[in-house]
């Protein structure tokens, strides 16, 4: 049974930043790829970034790109995503996702496992 449990959430000024984690458990990882998603109010989920379990492949939708950064922490079986100059459009639920081999790249169908989500609220 694997199991994703986020933390980190929480409401903050925009500029402001948050550390978002994901920790993983249930089974090895170390052929998983790492997603981080998002969805606003009355909006799609999106993709936001991804990391290789193993190899450290990184992927990142183009808003995020400079602000946000993905890493992971083997031994602890641990996913982060780091968010700097945070804004309101960044206001979302964010959910870890694990995909057994599969891509950086890969579409969110590829990820079989779901956390229940963290709030993160920027305010203006």
């Known amino acids: 049974q694997v199991l994703l449990v986020e933390s980190g959430g929480g409401l903050v000024q925009t500029g402001g930043s948050l550390r978002l984690s994901c920790a993983a458990s249930?089974?090895?990882?170390?052929?998983?790829?790492m997603g981080w998603f998002r969805r606003a109010p009355g909006k799609e989920r999106e993709f936001v970034a991804a990391?290789?379990?193993?190899?450290?492949?990184?992927n990142y939708r183009n808003s995020v790109k400079g602000r946000f950064t993905i890493s992971r922490d083997k031994a602890k079986n641990t996913v982060y995503l780091q968010m700097n100059s945070l804004n309101p459009e960044d206001t979302a639920v964010y959910y870890c996702?694990?995909?057994?081999?599969?891509?950086?790249?890969?579409?969110?169908?590829?990820?079989?496992?779901w956390g229940q989500g963290t709030q993160v609220t920027v305010s203006s």
């Open positions: 990391i290789s379990w193993s190899g450290g492949s990184t």
């Open positions: 996702a694990a995909s057994q081999l599969g891509f950086v790249n890969g579409p969110p169908q590829q990820y079989a496992y």
């Open positions: 249930g089974r090895s990882f170390s052929n998983y790829v």
